[in-house]
């Protein structure tokens, strides 16, 4: 079992940066890969970005590819989203998903386990 706590959201102008960060309960936190996602309103919950639970392979949606970076901290449980250069279009909920058993699709919400309660992000044009 996994709890994760989303923090780090606000409203920011465009062309601005916020780190989101993730923070996981439970003892195997090192063995699953983790997940970020956003839902905009009436829009389905679609794949930013996610980091393996080994060596960190980390994959990107080509809409924040070279914007958005995906890391984590085993120590720490954590796991972040910077995310810079920010657009208007990045505006939703966004939120953090732990996997953990990796069956190929992990762009898909189906592929993830455990979720958090998500944080807004809001960014002004």
């Known amino acids: 079992q996994v709890q994760l706590v989303e923090s780090g959201g606000g409203l920011v102008q465009a062309g601005g940066s916020l780190r989101l960060s993730c923070a996981a309960s439970?003892?195997?936190?090192?063995?699953?890969?983790f997940g970020w996602f956003r839902q905009a309103p009436g829009k389905e919950r679609d794949f930013v970005a996610r980091?393996?639970?080994?060596?960190?392979?980390?994959y990107y949606a080509s809409s924040v590819k070279g914007r958005f970076t995906v890391s984590r901290d085993n120590a720490k449980k954590t796991v972040y989203l910077q995310m810079n250069s920010l657009k208007p279009e990045d505006t939703a909920v966004y939120y953090c998903?732990?996997?953990?058993?990796?069956?190929?699709?992990?762009?898909?919400?189906?592929?993830?386990?455990?979720w958090g309660q998500g944080t807004q992000v809001t960014v002004s044009s």
């Open positions: 998903a732990a996997d953990r058993e990796y069956s190929g699709n992990y762009y898909s919400p189906n592929e993830y386990d455990y």
């Open positions: 980091i393996s639970w080994s060596i960190g392979i980390t």
């Open positions: 439970g003892r195997t936190f090192s063995s699953y890969a």
